[in-house]
T-cell receptor, first 116, second 111 residues
Framework: DTGVSQDPRHKITKRGQNVTFRCDPI?????LYWYRQTLGQGPEFLTY????????KSRLLSDRFSAERPKGSFSTLEIQRTEQGDSAMYLC??????????????FGPGTRLTVL | DQQVKQNSPSLSVQEGRISILNCDYT??????FLWYKKYPAEGPTFLIS?????DKNEDGRFTVFLNKSAKHLSLHIVPSQPGDSAVYFC??????????FGDGTTLTVKP
């Protein structure tokens, strides 16, 4: 078990470009989450999947953001027409929903996005 | 409307003493609470959790206390070590869904 991995670790792009991030969860974890974190704040929920189904998406999430988890394993997060306000750390987490209220999420190292 | 609040942005303690980090929440639906530790340029690392049916959970030097009537939880680290210096995030969830995080407390443990 190598933990949650994310690729790339760093991404610098120009405003208006599209970017895509990948997350590989802990194997056999059926839930996968995306969060965004800016300096001085805690992680902010973006969306999450149970297997391949996207169960919830933040109301704050712009239509420029889209996420997929096509086979219930890895996930991608795409940002179209990036803006400088999109600069942040994008975190992925996974968990194994075994039933009951407890759902400990384990985080990856994050992708640091800088939009110039 | 911030549902999870960590009112102390920073805390400094001497090595060997107790560190107490606090967290308040407003949503009474939360049924699971977690503490994460974060180093710069890394993702949060899970530390300890507590279900709403309990009021205390202990794991080595770390103990989490939950006071549901006050909607308050705290993390105690005893004894504190310089390696504990990091940003600590409190998080809460309900019905095994997304987590809502506080803005973190930076703990500095001085040798």
């Amino acid at each position: 078990d190598t933990g949650v991995s994310q690729d790339p670790r760093h991404k610098i792009t120009k405003r208006g470009q599209n970017v895509t991030f990948r997350c590989d969860p802990i194997s056999e974890h059926n839930r996968l989450y995306w969060y965004r974190q800016t300096l001085g704040q805690g992680p902010e929920f973006l969306t999450y999947f149970q297997n391949e189904a996207q169960l919830e998406k933040s109301r704050l999430l712009s239509d420029r953001f889209s996420a997929e988890r096509p086979k219930g394993s890895f996930s991608t997060l795409e940002i179209q027409r990036t803006e400088q306000g999109d600069s942040a750390m994008y975190l992925c987490a996974s968990s194994s929903l075994a039933g009951g209220p407890t759902d400990t999420q384990y985080f990856g190292p994050g992708t640091r996005l800088t939009v110039l | 409307d911030q549902q999870v609040k960590q009112n102390s942005p920073s805390l400094s303690v001497q090595e060997g003493r107790i560190s107490i980090l606090n967290c308040d929440y407003t949503n009474s639906m939360f049924d699971y609470f977690l503490w994460y530790k974060k180093y710069p340029a890394e993702g949060p690392t899970f530390l300890i959790s507590i279900s709403s049916i309990k009021d205390k959970n202990e794991d080595g030097r770390f103990t989490v206390f939950l006071n549901k009537s006050a909607k308050h939880l705290s993390l105690h680290i005893v004894p504190s070590q310089p390696g504990d210096s990091a940003v600590y995030f409190c998080a809460a969830s309900f019905d095994a869904g997304k987590s809502t995080f506080g803005d973190g407390t930076t703990l500095t443990v001085k040798p």
